[in-house]
């Protein structure tokens, strides 16, 4: 019979790479990390942080525990975090933690940056006077600010998931996602947000390729207006549940050229007239369109009046537009 492998003497890649990262970051936090101190060393690792999943949908622990836990595994990834994903817990604090930490991180050294340099000056001057003092004091602020901004505009979270996070708002949304300007993907699933929020959402991260959203109150048409207008780069778009019209989709059309991929599912509300579905799978790689239910839009047959705004900013003659002229 083959030895019992010492699990205490395996190599730090197996156990952090391919062991504790398939246990997840909560038990890591609550559970691994407390074995023993090599088990500690790994864990604290930064190169096991760049991707952390926090899920509270089963564990059941208190979700002051969880914001707590997460600004852990965000504080040891020391600006290198790629991807996170919050489920069932979180709040625009937490938010906030995560996409300032590395402003904060530079501040935290201010203190000792100070003590350095006046200690070396000290020893090539010994008569230096306050004034000086306060001089090496106001440069080594003025530098740190300065390198504090250029670490947080230069963040490297790329995806940001956050499922029926109900305690994040859509302007704490907003307000984190203006320092992530390298996003590339957002979820978000039973999050509150509005038209106007996508709209700075995607004004805020121009480099944003996926976005997905599934919410419980969508604004008929002014949704898929605000993505049109502010997100042209968009390779993949997923609008569930989605109470999208025929006009919306048209607007997606237009100010969103490069899709790849478009799931409408459960989207009640598209008629797809006349030859609107054929140019959407010949635009579209990989089209996806399935009603939950025969019904038309609760804005009357008038169609969605509440957004007028939107469709006049996409364009003043869209409406008018020859959308087979889009076709390659």
């Known amino acids: 019979m083959g030895k019992t492998p010492n699990w205490l003497q395996m190599p730090d890649e197996i156990m952090g790479g391919m062991i504790f990262q398939r246990l997840g970051a909560v038990e890591i936090l609550t559970s691994v990390q407390k074995v023993c101190r090599n088990w500690r060393r790994i864990c604290k690792d930064p190169a096991m942080w760049k991707v952390i999943d926090m899920n509270n949908r089963y564990k059941g622990l208190n979700t002051d525990v969880y914001e707590k836990l997460t600004k852990q595994a965000v504080h040891r990834i020391r600006g290198e975090l790629i991807e996170i994903t919050l489920h069932s817990f979180g709040t625009d604090d937490l938010l906030n933690f995560i996409s300032r930490w590395y402003l904060c991180s530079t501040f935290f050294y201010l203190p000792l940056f100070s003590f350095i340099i006046i200690h070396a000056h000290r020893q090539l001057c010994e008569n230096l006077g306050e004034i000086e003092v306060y001089k090496i004091l106001k440069f080594v602020v003025l530098f740190v600010v300065l390198n504090g901004n250029l670490v947080r505009s230069s963040s490297k979270l790329k995806s940001l998931c956050l499922v029926k996070c109900y305690s994040i ?160």
């Open 169 to 328: 708002t859509g302007n704490g949304l907003v307000h984190a996602l203006r320092r992530l300007p390298c996003l590339e993907t957002l979820d978000l699933s039973y999050i509150s947000i509005d038209a106007e929020n996508i709209k700075v959402i995607g004004q805020s991260c121009p480099l944003l390729k996926s976005f997905k959203m599934k919410t419980l109150f969508m604004e008929c048409d002014g949704d898929a207006f605000a993505i049109a207008n502010s997100m042209p780069a968009l390779r993949h778009l997923q609008l569930f549940d989605s109470t999208i019209t025929d006009d919306g989709l048209k607007a997606l059309l237009h100010g969103c050229p490069h899709l790849e991929s478009l799931d409408l599912s459960d989207c009640s509300y598209l008629e797809l007239d006349g030859d609107l579905e054929k140019l959407c799978r010949e635009r579209i790689k990989d089209f996806n369109f399935t009603p939950l239910s025969e019904a038309g839009c609760m804005c009357g047959p008038g169609g969605c009046t509440a957004y007028q705004d939107y469709k006049l900013s996409v364009s003043p003659s869209l409406w008018d537009f020859d959308y087979h002229s889009l076709s390659d």
